[in-house]
């Protein structure tokens, strides 16, 4: 049967039961090793750098997304940002409510493409787009080199 034939006899069809194991590994990559190595023992979010471009990317790649030129340099990421979107989760992933709710925000960077998506650590009724915010970072010997090892994102002033 081509892809243009179709079959109106489901015992065409083959399947069989049981499970398939896909067993996963990600890596962050050499942009990210480097953002994560920096965020671990700095404290320091990076930014790639295009110096073709003068762009600057956050998260980290390898390549210009204008030029395609590769990016081998990083900028330390200004400590303050701003946040452009918000939304207020109730209920977990699985559909189970929340006892509180959890706060989550798109935070951009002055002078960078991109930003991050992380938790905002404000009640839902303060957040809003532009509040200005700074990344709350785990404890030096508490860090992995994980996303995780930035706690949220809180007020500037706070």
Known sequence: MTFLERTTDARKFRH???????????T?????????????????????RCTACDLDYLPARLFCEDCFAELTESVEVPREGRVAAVSVARVDRTGVRLSLPQVWAFVTFR????????????????????????????????RVGAITDIEGFEPVGS
């Open 28 to 48: 962050s990559g050499v942009a990210g090793e480097r953002f994560f190595v920096a965020l671990r023992d700095e404290g320091r979010l990076l930014a790639s």
């Open 16 to 26: 069989w039961e049981g499970n398939m194991e896909a067993d996963y590994i990600y």
């Open 111 to 142: 002078g960078i493409r991109g930003g991050l998506v992380h938790r905002l650590l404000v009640p839902p009724d303060r957040a809003r787009a532009g509040l200005a915010v700074r990344p709350k970072l785990k404890p030096k010997g508490a």
